[in-house]
């Protein structure tokens, strides 16, 4: 495989996920709760298979993406319902 | 609500940047190269998993096959190799929007050589046609016995 393709997947790679980060407010890698542990470990396996070319790079923006969505909409939801919710979906908040 | 907007507003752009560069003529880096597509076939063809082998195939080929002539395809070949250790693919040659990727299964008992036509449609790399003779290399059972 053609080690130039390689050094330009990875920067896009890189680059979508700093944004993607950057702009839901760092909630991914900032809050150190479980499912925030969860989605950065689904987020580095997908790194993965963008550098090796197993899937093509729109796949991983739709796939990166939705879960940073999803993960933020669940964060905002939550921060919306309060302690009820809370305890339904644990956050670190909750410990103090 | 911005954050959502932030977020939304990176992907369509991150995904316009990978339309712009398909559109561009690009074929290999920001999609899967067609050597990547046949490794990952091999791969699935190699484990059985004859189900998730057709979404490599083309929207012409699947109207014709399923997962049951890709099984009656590939059995045989499997059946002589034993348990895979290790699928590698190189590319062959890329034209516009044709090309050729060789694929190779290294065996328990042999080698098999898939040699595949893949065509691209909507920027992604597709077989085209699937060889009817995969040709297969069994190895002699003194080197298999010494090799263990």
Redesign the interface.
Known sequence: ??LS?IV??VL?AWI?VQ??LR???KRTINQGDAISFVVAMILGDMFDDVF???????QF??GA?TL??LH??VG?DGYRRGERYSRLVPDRRDAS | MKPVISVLVVMAAALGVVALAIAGGDRQTLVSPPDAVAESFARQMAGRRYVLGLRYLSPQLRERIGEEELRRWFDPVRQQLGVANAVDARLEWVERDRASATASIDAEHGRAILKLDMVSRQGLWVIDDLPADVPVGVRHPARRESAQ
């Open positions: 495989m053609d393709r330009v997947r896009f979508v944004a993607l702009l839901s407010g090796w070319a197993e899937v093509p790079v729109a923006i739709v993406g940073v969505l933020l909409l905002i």
